[in-house]
């Protein structure tokens, strides 16, 4: 290891000692992770929420790692120490990374240890607890649209849990690459979206999202990004044209229908290039990141919790530092 940067030899982290509900969350004291050759060790100042998180917990997603198992899986922070094969970054840059599928320990820690090739720079114009709530949401938004979708100029998009941490991103993104977007969100959510540049917002809690849709779209949407469960899943099938796209995020989609692509098994991948790009964006004012709470480390269950109750206007961030 070169750039020690800390002498701490043990920190606090949020970790299970088995999968279950949040009774197995404990705030314990552990190792300072050692970076191998290509580590970079980041000292968290923020880390990024999601129901995800809920999913590793419970052993839903597993982690193919020991426990203790330190949940969180992206954040941003200062580099503590890099590995001595690491020429890019250096002490006390600020960074942000989401660590997966290679995951050595969370983020939700005072260090979180990630390959040197996840980590990206974190955007300049966020502090560094908020840019913490950027990374899965951000890579998800970005490469859905960009690269599944192929979203162009033109197209009609429908983005599902709009005002959420996938959601709010995806508007700014599928609106700058010049598409109609069509959005989902609760009535007091409608201002913000449309701010965000949807063309069209549905109220999915007193209109039928198909019905609705059909009347202005009457052929169906081009693509869809969905981010919602169950039935409402299942009805966003129902509004593509033949012919038309879909990545559904949460894999819940158990319809079938001939003549539209429906993609089930995404999951987002650590991409250092993607997150530069992303921080370019957010420096240049083409991507606003909304924060609803900055939730101190020592609650991190209760930010559990209102993320879980699923009506979170952007995002909720751990403040670790
Ligand atoms: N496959 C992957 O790699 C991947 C990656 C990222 C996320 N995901 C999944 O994608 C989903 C969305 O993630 P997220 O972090 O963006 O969620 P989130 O931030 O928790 O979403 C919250 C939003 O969902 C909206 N919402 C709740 N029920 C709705 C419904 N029936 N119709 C429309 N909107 C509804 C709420 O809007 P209102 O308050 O306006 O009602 C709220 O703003 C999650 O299931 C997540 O696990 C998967």
Known sequence: MSNTGTTKTTMRA???????????????ELPVPEPQPRDVLIRMHGAEVGDWDALVREGEWPMERPFPLVLGLA?????????REVTCFAESDPVYAYSYPLHHNGAWAEYMLVPASYVARAPASLDLTRAGAVPIVG???HETLTDILEVRQGDVVLITAAAGGVGHLAVQIAAGLGAHVVATA??????????LGAETVIDYMAEDVVTAIRARYPDGVDKALNGVTGEAANQVVRTLRDGGRMVDLPGSVSVMRSGVRVDT???????????????????DGRLT?????????????????VVLARHVRGKVVLKIA
């Open 139 to 141: 890579l998800t938004a």
């Open 265 to 283: 098994e995404y999951v987002v991948r650590a991409d250092a290039d993607r997150l530069t790009r992303l921080a370019r964006m957010i420096d």
């Open 186 to 195: 609760s009535r007091s959510n409608h201002d913000f979206v449309r701010a």
């Open 75 to 83: 954040g941003a922070g200062t580099v503590a120490a890099v590995g």
């Open 289 to 305: 990141v909304e924060i609803q709470d900055i939730i101190p480390f020592e609650r991190a269950a209760d930010a559990l919790e």
């Open 14 to 28: 949020w970790a299970i000692d088995a999968y279950g509900g949040p009774e197995r969350m404990l705030l314990v």
